[in-house]
């Protein structure tokens, strides 16, 4: 018998098991091998800014998980002695049409007034920075204070800083269904005074969820191009792609976002469109090797914000539909779950996210 089990070994399950271990006996459950869903997909961006058009309840909250990832670093390379890739070079974004250079021009104001760190940049600015863009640009923003993130090595230090903590994780366990205080695989149950659903975008699938919750699959592909060390150093994110450099000298570039079901082929569609905005941005970018593609399904829900909260199965929470942000979302989602399971207050505002809102499902 343990205190908590988590469904799921994803960036928000494995980084809830790990808050929690200090106060609770943990189990943490999966399916596969841990850290081989949509989180083993992800470009790492830590980007709150760079898309944000209002300061809403959501922005906040990405802002807070941001400003919790020095602590988060630190302390996961310290217990798992593994290095995440953390990068504070910062963002740039560019704009070569009217239309996306009056987008950014909004965007740069109002977020210059309410004082977060944007700036403006004369486009021959964006050449000094980054020689190897070509693109011509109207307009162009850095946002210094974005941050990124290597994925799957941050997948391995949670892993970890679990194991280091105390977390006992079981793969290959798929879990068919929910109920009060229970969890039901095969012809097993296993009982816990909490259960927090994070199995991502799958995570509807349990039977006995009360709410149901519409989650559908957001289909992302993404690539690896093999760059020389340094020859990028800052995000660039233009029109509806970026490039990610690694510090470990590769570039991520990304990402489509599709409708189509569970379905995870790459598709010449899907690479073709990253590849050409990809050679858009920089024409160097033509001679540089593919090292790898692979798709990822974003868990989104209607409204696109998580679901976080207890569930009207006793002992159940939701802690799924990172959509977009699972990465960003991983710090603060963990400690909202330890705080409601703990019984604590928790430190944001939950009502946007509460699983009631899709009570008539
Ligand atoms: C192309 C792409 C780029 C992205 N880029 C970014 C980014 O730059 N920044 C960012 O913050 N986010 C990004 N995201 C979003 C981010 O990847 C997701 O929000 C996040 O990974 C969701 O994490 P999760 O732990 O909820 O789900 P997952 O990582 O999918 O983990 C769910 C786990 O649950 C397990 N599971 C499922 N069902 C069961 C079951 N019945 N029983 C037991 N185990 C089960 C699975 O095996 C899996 O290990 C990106 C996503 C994609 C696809």
Redesign the pocket.
């Known amino acids: 018998m343990h205190d908590v089990i988590v469904?799921?070994?994803?960036?928000?399950?494995?980084s809830i098991a790990r808050e929690l271990a200090s106060s609770k006996s943990v189990l943490l459950?999966?399916?596969?091998p841990?850290?081989?869903?949509?989180?083993?997909?992800?470009?790492?961006?830590?980007?709150p800014l760079s898309e944000a058009d209002d300061q809403g309840p959501f922005f906040q909250l990405c802002r807070t998980s941001l400003a919790m990832y020095d602590r988060f670093v630190e302390e996961l390379q310290q217990e798992s002695s593994l290095d995440v890739a953390y990068s504070k070079e910062g963002l740039l974004s560019l704009a070569s049409s009217e239309e996306s250079a009056a987008t950014l021009l909004r965007r740069y104001e109002w977020q210059h007034q309410a004082g977060f760190e944007v700036e403006l940049l004369p486009p021959g600015e964006v050449r000094k920075m980054e020689p190897l863009v070509t693109v011509p640009v109207i307009h162009a923003l850095f946002m210094p204070g974005e941050r990124?993130v290597a994925?799957r090595r941050l997948l391995n230090a949670i892993r970890e800083s679990c194991f280091v903590r105390g977390v006992e994780i079981r793969t290959g366990?798929?879990?068919?269904a929910v109920s009060p205080n229970t969890v039901h695989?095969g012809h097993m149950t296993m009982q816990a005074a909490s259960i927090v659903i994070?199995?991502?975008?799958?995570?509807a699938?349990?039977n006995g969820l009360n709410p149901r919750i519409p989650l559908s699959p957001?289909?992302?592909?993404?690539l690896s191009l093999a760059m020389a060390p340094g020859a990028f150093r800052r995000m660039i994110r233009w029109g509806h792609s970026y490039l990610?450099p690694r510090p470990t000298g590769e570039l991520i570039v990304?990402?489509?976002n599709e409708d189509a079901g569970f379905d995870s082929s790459v598709t010449p569609a899907g690479l073709g469109r990253l590849l050409m905005d990809a050679q858009a941005i920089s024409s160097y970018l033509g001679s540089y090797p593919i090292v790898e593609t692979w798709?990822?399904?974003?868990?989104a829900t209607p409204d696109e914000f998580p679901i976080l909260g207890s569930t009207a199965v006793h002992g159940v929470y939701y802690?799924?539909g990172?959509?977009?942000?699972?990465?960003?979302?991983a710090p603060i989602t963990a400690t909202i779950v330890a705080d409601l399971i703990e019984g604590h207050k928790p430190r944001v505002d939950l009502e946007p996210y509460s699983p009631s809102r899709f009570e008539s499902n």
């Open positions: 469904i799921g070994g994803g960036v928000i399950g494995l459950l999966d399916r596969g841990t850290g081989q869903g949509t989180s083993h997909a992800a470009a790492g961006m830590l980007t990124s994925p366990v798929h879990v068919d695989f994070a199995s991502g975008v799958w995570s699938e349990l957001r289909k992302g592909q993404i990610v990304g990402a489509t798709t990822g399904l974003r868990p802690a799924t990172h959509y977009r942000n699972g990465v960003l979302l």
